[in-house]
């Protein structure tokens, strides 16, 4: 046998090798032959291919024993763990072959003279015939090595890799996907270790790993080392990219910007020793974005071009080196979860009461789970698990896939999106909350909870089994109408999860919502922190925003993302904006309000909408809303938003708002952009001619339009049986409106909440001429179908 039948350099290999050398070293070899360009770079190296495996096999007598502990673990005399640690013994009794052993020196050698370096310091990871593949998934069944170095350190760590195939995990994982063990073979890849010790690594996915929406590039960011992402034990930054918009240079496409905690990270070992430890991270490190928005644009740019390449979802992994800046790609495999799922319908989770929050993460799927808890610290335990219960632990590596199978739902304190719980629940269907921080302190062994991950982003713990409701929303034979339906869309963090809904956009995006839940902070407070008279809001603001250049910064990028976001999710279909529309004592609790806002007696119609916009009092922070929106457009590039503005009671408002926000840059029929007014005040339907001349389109608001119109307040309990949408007065408004606004060519929608509540309500606007409706995700299918009967009956009355 030639040192060729061992070694094989990367830049010799391609996807045609797996056989040879595995999925994972025949997709680097793929890349640096077909894919290296000025945004993609991989490493150098080599492949200790299947030969070498063979031989170690057959000079070391393996068959016989492994099938013998194999079949004691199938008729259930041995445990996997016994079976496991039996086969690895083998491996490591055995000796390596001196050919194999020659052949990996003489490459290694030859690597360090490529790089200058006397002992370079190398990764040393597994590559198993039957992994990487799209049909399935093998991510971290075997072992990986960091910083190894020298001759005698490579040649144990192979032989360390192949003792791997049989870890306890990939044991499991081959009998549950019934593939032979006799069969699959190991390669191991050597390839030079990126500085990314004293930078930066971690991992990205050229779609949404939660949601399957194809036009998104997902990336995970943490200090040091990729291996804290990988196993949990960091929770990282997370940033989205639109990938459509990255064709054109002068945009920054990105649509997700999150800082984790990243309380620690993953550097080399001290001392010089081979391997790497855990260190604590600086309060600076813990504050800062692991990525410049340049930066971000520029991996996203690379994981664009290897998609394209291997014309499939991709899972990759990346590491900055320190010495030179420059970025590499350590990994890439077929994303095997999101990209095999049909889009035939949408399973939907809707929670029929709540109870006590007891701690909330990071969501991982939509769905809905209820059990008792029990709490694993260590793998050790796993014994002690009883089928069904609600696993909660402080992470989770490969090692407890055969726990998480027997589980209803996971729970974990730390990890990301791309941690190993969160990519094994995915492939598991399995509901799961990624780091909480404090679950395994805050939740109790028995205890009943319901695991909530059909909110949005955010995966809720509630105390008590809660009662939910799990429908099937399917796409087939939804009939087309000419009645435009669109959505409303509240969180950003749940737009995605709409995104394969056949909807015609989104016709009332609530800016509010995004300030309450995601920023936090009162605008004015942000532009006069000195104002502020609470000291623990202070205190907040400050934590809040010590990651940005200033705190007006803070609200422009948050809004701004959110925003764009929602708008990715239907692209290039309209998504509606709607300012603020807070009322003054919704302001008032927000993070410094309470200095800004007057007391009002009554909020409902007092100081909201279009009136703040041009108020001295106000004015500083409506300029940062039109600054976030103009970013989305002309930054971002969503040139499909329109701007929506609410409860805009006269021609004098309208006229000052529209004048305010052309200085702001958003000038009406610039650029394309519309603006809309909210027809929720009498006046607006009174005056509609002239509301028609200064917008390109009316929504009505039906529930503030039935509370103006009918002289009841909205929220009051005693007078509720009489609060209704479909009342004659109500309704002659809204048929008076349309009639008047279609005579002038102007567009007329209702995001109100009443098609939602109650789709026949959908045939009265459908008789009126509406143009468009606009209702909850859930309520979709059930509206549009409404639309298309009463668009028929009335063909046929007509």
Partial sequence: MTKRTFIRPFREIGLDDIALVGGKNASLGEMIQHVTQADVHVPEGFALTTDAYWLFWRNNNLALPVEEQLRYLTEGHITLQEAGSQIRGLFFQGKMPEEVTAAVREAYGALCDQAGEKKLQVAIRSSATAEDLPEASFAGQQESFLNVRGGKAVVDCCQRCFASLFTNRAISYRNLHGIDHMKVALSVG????????????????????????????????????????????????????????????????????????????????????????????????????????????????????????????????????????????????????????????????????????LTRGLSIGDAVATGKVCILKNISEADNFPKGAVLVAPQTDPDWLPVMRKASA?????????????????????????????????????????????????????????????????????????????????????????????????????????????????????????????TGDLNAVEELTRSYDSKAAYFVEKLALDIALIAASQYPKPVIVRLSDFKTNEYADLLGGAAFEPRESNPMIGWRGASRYYDKDYREAFSLECKALKRVRDTIGFKNVVIMVPFCRTMKEADRVLDIMAQEGLKRGQAGLEIYVM?????????????????????????????????????????????????????TLIRDLITRAHKRGTKVGLCGQAPSDDPDYAKLLIEAGIDTISVTPDSFLSVKNKVFTAEREIRQTS
């Fill in 410 to 534: 996971l729970i974990t304190e730390h990890g990301g999106r791309t941690s190993h719980a969160a990519i094994v629940s995915r492939e598991l269907g399995l509901p799961a909350v990624i780091g909480t921080g404090n679950a395994c302190q805050v939740l109790q062994n028995g205890q009943e909870v319901t695991v909530s991950c059909a909110e949005g982003g955010e995966g809720m713990i509630y105390e008590g089994i809660l009662a939910f409701e799990k429908s099937r929303q399917s796409f087939d034979e939804i009939p087309p109408t000419v009645t435009k339906v669109m959505l409303n869309m509240a969180n950003p963090d749940a737009a995605l999860r709409w995104w394969r809904l056949p909807a015609d956009g989104i016709g009332l995006a609530r800016m509010e919502f995004i300030i309450s839940n995601h920023i936090k902070i009162h605008p004015m407070a942000l532009l006069h922190p000195d104002r502020i008279l609470n």
């Fill in 190 to 357: 050597v390839q030079m270790m990126v500085r990314s010790d004293k930078a930066c690594s971690g991992v990205m996915f050229s779609l949404d790993t939660e949601t399957g929406f194809p036009e998104a590039i997902l990336i995970n960011a943490t200090w040091g080392l990729g291996e804290g992402i990988v196993s949990g034990t960091v929770d990282p930054d997370e940033y989205m990219v639109f990938k459509p918009f990255l064709s054109d240079s002068s945009l920054v496409p990105i649509i997700l910007k999150r800082s984790g905690q990243k309380k620690e990270k993953v550097v080399y070992a001290a001392s010089g020793a081979i391997g790497t430890e855990r260190v604590a991270t600086s309060r600076q490190e813990q504050a800062d974005f692991v990525l410049t928005n340049a930066e971000i644009i520029s991996l996203s740019q690379a994981a664009k071009r290897i998609e394209a390449h291997y014309t499939v979802p991709m899972d990759m992994e990346w590491a900055k080196d320190f010495r030179s800046g420059q970025f590499y790609i350590v990994q890439a495999r077929p994303e095997t979860v999101q990209s095999k799922k049909k889009a035939t319908g949408l399973w939907t989770y809707q929670l029929k009461e709540k109870g006590p929050v």
């Fill in 679 to 731: 027809a929720e005040i009498p006046s607006n339907i009174i005056l509609a001619e002239e509301f028609a001349e200064r917008f390109d389109g009316f929504s009505i608001g039906s529930n503030d339009l039935t509370q103006l119109t009918l002289g009841i307040d909205r929220d009051s309990d005693k007078l509720s049986p009489m609060f209704d949408a479909a009342d004659p007065a109500v309704l």
